[in-house]
């Protein structure tokens, strides 16, 4: 049967796959046949989510710290020499700072930008070296419906996620050049450890409001999934430089 998203024989690192979004994308990728790097800082999650991925090929797993953003070129050097070349590249690390702008401070603005931002600008400068990719590359950063739409104590996330999107515009332009599509997915309220604890802290009332606006409900982690399938797959050949949302609706008014 035709398989429009056929990942078969395609290498595929997912960066921040440990759980959640990352984790349910690895698994789905493997699904549709992918060869799947997973990484993170914590080895005994990899680990399990390794045992859920899907098909008969070698799934690996590396740790690595974003935060060490002068490690990736050496990390991504090893999975190469592992593995070979990559066919594509997820970036799902997210880390948030949910402070009002008087309570901020220079380094909780710091960690979040290094994390959700200077890490994915490292990792797609390192996966698009000569040799580190296969012609027709394809790379997804996780980004969110905050890069778009403004909210109480998001200044720090919201900044690095649109940096993000900034970001992908100009680097879609140079890796036109190398064959390369890279594209953002911005999910909304999507239900994982991240989102629980965000609902935690603006308590039962924020959160509800907020979910008001996204009219199709609250998302799964498979809801972004497809969506990076698709992005991640052949058959998206002549999409790059976007951010596609992932939002019941949210951003509609
Ligand atoms: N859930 C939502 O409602 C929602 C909405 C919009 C956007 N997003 C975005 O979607 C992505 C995934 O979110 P999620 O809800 O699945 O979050 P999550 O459950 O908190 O997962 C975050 C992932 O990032 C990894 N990570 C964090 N810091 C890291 C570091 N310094 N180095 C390496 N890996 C690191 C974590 O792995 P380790 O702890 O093992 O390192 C984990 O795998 C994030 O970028 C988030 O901003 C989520």
Redesign the pocket.
């Known amino acids: 049967m035709f398989n429009l998203v056929d990942l078969k024989d395609k290498k595929i690192l997912v ?9 349910q994308i690895a698994i789905t990728l493997s699904r549709l046949g992918a060869q799947i790097v997973l ?4 080895e005994e ?2 680990k399990n989510v390794l045992q859920k991925l899907e098909g008969e090929v070698d799934h690996q797993y590396v740790c ?4 060490e953003l002068d490690q990736i070129e050496k990390f991504i050097k090893e999975i190469v020499n592992k593995i070979g070349s990559l066919d594509g590249m997820v970036y ?5 700072s949910d402070r009002p702008l008087s309570m901020s401070n220079i380094s909780a603005v710091t960690e979040v930008l290094q ?2 931002l200077q890490g994915f600008i490292e990792m797609v400068r390192c996966v698009t070296k000569k040799g580190n990719y296969n012609m027709g590359m394809r790379i997804v950063g ?5 890069s778009l739409r403004g909210g109480k104590a998001h200044t720090a996330y919201s900044a690095s ?1 649109a940096g993000m999107n900034g970001a992908i515009r100009s680097m879609a332009v140079e890796l036109a050049e190398k064959g390369i599509c890279i594209n953002s997915v ?5 239900r ?4 629980e604890k ?1 609902a935690n802290g603006v308590g039962k009332s924020g959160a509800t409001n907020k979910l008001k606006r996204q009219y199709l409900g609250i998302g799964v ?1 498979e809801d972004v999934a497809n969506a990076v399938a698709f992005l991640i797959s052949p058959a998206a050949r002549l999409i790059t430089g976007v951010c596609l949302p992932v939002d019941g609706g949210y951003l509609s008014n």
């Not at 690595?64 to 935060?67: A, E, F, G, T, V």
């Open positions: 960066v921040g796959a440990s759980q959640g979004i990352g984790e990484a993170s800082r914590n999650k990899l690595i710290d974003i935060k799902c690390v997210g880390i948030t994390v959700n996780i980004s969110s419906t905050s996620k911005a999910p909304a309220a999507i994982t450890e991240m989102y965000y982690p």
